[in-house]
């Protein structure tokens, strides 16, 4: 069966540039979930959305950073004006929403700001 | 609050030596465990998790792990390491009382020496 899908896989862009990065979670996962991970490192909770509750964006960085997921499906990660430090690879995920099941990550999207 | 610790950065290990991989949890209500394997370019996989029942929890590839409740502890094992089993182990837990969120180590980078 078919998992988490993001897409670009690579995006390059300027200083100054919004990128979009787009995830497809699993069908009939609730739960979606956004990370990002510099190189070699740990995982930077984003945001988070949950059916139709309103999300939990407390780990977005800056205003710069928004997420919408439309139809309890398909969510994009929106960064304007980006800046070097925004540099990572963006993790998504998804899961069931009963607490004792997993999440299922797709490859990330490795941004570069140059 | 919620917390997961992973206190090794790096574990080296010879090929067929038993390899440990180790994590420490902090949660307010009963903890779901879970371990995590990233190989490089590829986002998250899930290998095994800790739910209730049994203590000694077997997962993929050959992994397992041990529930200590008295050590809140979660340490990944395997007897025989394979060389192909070097890559970034992450360690999460998510609280019963906080089933939202997802709670990860920073991760161990496991080298197995051939």
């Known amino acids: 069966g078919a998992g988490v899908s993001q897409s670009p896989s690579n995006k390059v862009t300027e200083k100054g540039k919004d990128v979009e990065l787009r995830c497809d979670p699993i069908?009939?996962?609730?739960?979606l979930y956004w990370y990002r991970q510099s190189l070699g490192q740990g995982l930077e909770f984003l945001i988070y959305?949950?059916?139709?509750?309103?999300?939990?964006k407390s780990g977005l960085p800056s205003d710069r950073f928004s997420a919408e997921r439309t139809g309890g499906s398909v969510s994009t990660l929106t960064i304007q004006r980006t800046q070097q430090e925004d540099s990572a690879v963006y993790l998504c995920?998804?899961?069931?929403?009963?607490?004792?099941?997993?999440?299922?990550f797709g490859d990330g999207t490795r941004l570069s700001i140059l | 609050a919620q917390s997961v610790a992973q206190p090794e950065d790096q574990v080296n290990v010879a090929e067929g030596n038993p390899l440990t991989v180790k994590c420490t949890y902090s949660?307010?209500?009963?903890?779901?465990l879970f371990w995590y394997v990233q190989y490089p370019n590829r986002g998250l996989q899930f290998l095994l998790k800790y739910i209730t029942g049994d203590n000694l929890v077997k997962g993929s590839y050959g992994f397992e792990a041990e529930f200590n409740k008295s050590q809140t502890s979660f340490h990944l094992k395997k007897p025989s390491a394979l060389v192909s089993d070097s890559a970034l182990y992450f360690c999460?837990?998510?609280?019963?009382?906080?089933?939202?969120?997802?709670?990860f180590g920073t991760g161990t980078s496991l080298t197995v020496i051939p």
């Open positions: 959305f949950q059916g139709n509750s309103a999300p939990d």
């Open positions: 999460a837990v998510r609280d019963m009382y906080d089933g939202n969120q997802f709670y």
């Open positions: 069908s009939g996962h609730t739960a």
């Open positions: 995920a998804s899961s069931l929403s009963t607490v004792n099941q997993p999440q299922h």
């Open positions: 949660v307010s209500g009963n903890p779901y």
